[in-house]
Structures are given as structure tokens and as C-alpha cells.
């Protein structure tokens, strides 16, 4: 069965400071791999996702993830946080047959301003 | 705009008393999930409709079922709930992917938080 590993459960940064969450996961085949966002009072929302191509992947406000297939990592980086993006970041990961996901336990960012 | 809801948003019921949570999309996805997330922990699939297939998970308990009776809306009934089944639930919906990795991107519903007394 796939797992996946948040290292980081709680984080408090700085506006401006950078932002690095990490995401392990333990399927060894192809997957897709996403990154979802929930802020305070709000419903879970995509902020990222890799299906193939290009490691790096861009996401909404100025996030990127990069896939390392040989750490089997998909971390999560923002040059620069503000105080918005205080929220909670779920790493996800897919790894087909009948779209079952798995998640990880999540982050909570909180950015001080 | 195209969304997943969820009715109630808070749902407070007691011991053993069932208790039914829904959720409806107009997204026109035809995969439907339910989660379950406790305090701190990462939300776990219970279970998921494929159109009209239902998957469920190996550890999903039997107090646990649910409908899909059209493409909109699917119902999750707890049969008899105990203390430990009190969490927030959520609903997401995917796109019908032609390819077993296709864009299953999934999209969330607010969630209904149950209580039990």
C-alpha cells in the first residue's frame, strides 16, 4: 500500500521568508502527485499537481513542487511567504486504478507578519 | 459556479443513533469520494462511486454505507455511530478519466463536522 510522509506538522515563518515543506511517498511505480491547500474556514483546494512532463511544476500563487523521482519527493517551495498563506498543505498521491488517493497528514503554515 | 456542497455544514447526533450527511455536485464528475478526517490526521478515503460502482475500502467499518442515487448526489449513512466516529467528513468529486492516471484532480466540498454525544 502507498503511504505518504509530511516531515513538517507545523511551521511558523516570517512574511518573507522562504518556504520549503517536504513530501515523501512510498509507491515505487508511476504516480501523480498533488498538493492541496485548505485555508482557515475554508474547503480544501488543489494549489499544484504532476502528471508528467517537466519536474517542476508551478502552482497558484507562487508555489512550485519538484518532483525527484529517485528520492521519491515532491516538496513544496515558495521564495517569499506572506501572511495569507496561512493554512494547512496536504501532499497527495495517486497512483491509479479507479483514482484512489492517498494523503498525507498535512502542514500547518502559520506566517507571522 | 460549479461546486461540491455539503448538507449539514454541522451535524450533532447521539450514541447509536443513524445519522445520514449529503453531498451534491454540479461538476457533472462522475466520481464521488467520502473521507473521513479526525483532529490532526490526514483525511482517509472511506469510500468512492465510479458512476454506479461502489469501492469500498478494505477498512472501512460496516457502520459505514453509502448511495449514489444519480450523478448528483451521494448520501453517507452511519449506521449506528459511536464516540469514535466523530470527525469531519468530506466530499470530493474527479473527472471520469479514459486512462488509469488520467487528470483525477479532486475537488472538496466544506465538509460537515459530526458530533456525538
Known amino acids: 500500500a502507498q503511504s505518504v510522509s509530511q516531515h513538517n506538522h507545523h511551521v511558523i515563518l516570517s512574511e518573507a521568508a522562504s518556504l520549503e515543506l517536504g513530501c515523501n511517498y512510498s509507491?515505487?511505480?508511476?504516480?501523480?502527485l498533488f498538493w492541496y491547500v485548505q485555508y482557515p474556514g475554508q474547503h480544501l483546494q488543489l494549489l499544484l499537481k504532476?502528471?508528467?512532463?517537466?519536474?517542476l511544476v508551478k502552482g497558484i500563487k507562487g508555489f512550485e513542487a519538484e518532483f525527484i523521482k529517485s528520492k521519491f519527493s515532491f516538496n513544496l517551495r515558495k521564495p517569499s511567504v506572506q501572511w495569507s498563506d496561512t493554512a494547512e498543505y496536504f501532499c497527495?498521491?495517486?497512483?491509479?486504478?479507479?483514482?484512489?488517493?492517498?494523503f498525507g497528514i498535512g502542514t500547518k503554515l502559520q506566517v507571522i507578519p | 459556479d460549479a461546486m461540491v456542497i455539503q448538507n449539514p455544514r454541522y451535524q450533532v447526533t447521539q450514541f447509536g443513533k443513524p445519522v445520514t450527511l449529503s453531498c451534491s455536485q454540479t461538476?457533472?464528475?462522475?466520481?464521488m469520494y467520502w473521507y473521513q478526517q479526525k483532529s490532526s490526521q490526514a483525511p482517509k478515503l472511506l469510500f468512492h462511486?465510479?458512476?454506479?460502482?461502489?469501492?469500498n475500502e478494505a477498512d472501512t467499518p460496516d457502520n459505514f454505507q453509502s448511495r449514489r442515487p444519480n450523478t448528483s448526489f451521494c448520501f453517507l449513512d452511519i449506521r449506528s455511530p459511536g464516540l469514535g466516529d466523530a470527525a469531519m467528513y468530506l466530499c470530493?468529486?474527479?473527472?471520469?478519466?479514459?486512462?488509469?492516471?488520467?487528470?483525477?484532480?479532486?475537488?472538496f466540498g466544506p465538509g460537515t463536522r459530526l458530533t456525538v454525544l
Open positions: 470530493a468529486t474527479s473527472r471520469d478519466s479514459p486512462t488509469s492516471l488520467g487528470d483525477n484532480e479532486q475537488f
Open positions: 509507491y515505487g511505480g508511476t504516480v501523480n
Open positions: 504532476y502528471f508528467s512532463g517537466d519536474p
Open positions: 497527495a498521491v495517486d497512483s491509479g486504478g479507479y483514482q484512489k488517493v492517498t
Open positions: 461538476l457533472n464528475h462522475n466520481v
Open positions: 462511486y465510479y458512476d454506479k460502482d461502489f469501492n
